[in-house]
């Protein structure tokens, strides 16, 4: 059975079929390398498999989710932890506007493998082997189609995507 290795101490990505590695790359993932997921931008370790595949989307850092949390925790402007939100009269004033928050268009080769991490071509940066990512598995644009082409299941060329419960599988591990 074919199946990715990332080793996040190494910052690289594998791939095997069965015992024999076919290919090997430099990554980037998230920072710190080695870290608790819920509380920095490392990225998660574990057993998963690939379970959306796109041949590439906008991704961003979902700049609603702050006024969501907000909401959540019954934060008011000025508490601490508040997230500055557009129209609240803080927005740009205590946080540079997009400060943290990022929209990248046209990502390449995004394949999810649990909740919102995957493994995606990274046209913004050509630093790999240096964690750098908000937890998702950055990788060289032509890298990544490789890999996108290599998994499974198979994109047809006619598709921008597809969704799955018997994607390849990725172990993350230190």
């Not at 430099?26 to 370790?45: F, M």
Request: glycine fraction near 12%; include cysteine.
């Amino acid at each position: 059975e074919k199946w990715i290795e990332v080793d996040l101490s190494e910052q690289t990505l594998v791939l095997w079929n069965g015992k024999k590695a076919e290919f090997a790359t430099l990554v980037s993932t998230g920072k710190p390398a080695i870290g608790d997921p819920n509380n920095t931008y490392a990225t998660v370790r574990g057993v998963f498999r690939i379970y959306a595949k796109h041949v590439s989307a906008t991704m961003d850092s979902d700049e609603g989710m702050g006024s969501r949390q907000n909401k959540d925790k019954g934060l008011k402007p000025g508490d601490p932890g508040y997230v500055p939100s557009r129209g609240d009269g803080v927005y740009g004033v205590t946080k540079r506007r997009g400060h943290g928050l990022f929209k990248l268009r046209d990502v390449p080769h995004i394949q999810y493998f649990h909740k919102n991490y995957a493994l995606h071509g990274a046209y913004w940066h050509d630093v790999f082997g240096i964690p750098r990512s908000h937890g998702c598995i950055n990788l060289a644009p032509t890298d990544s189609l490789r890999v996108f082409k290599w998994t499974g299941p198979e994109v047809h060329p006619e598709w921008h995507g597809i969704r799955t419960d018997k994607g390849t599988t990725v172990i993350v591990h230190k």
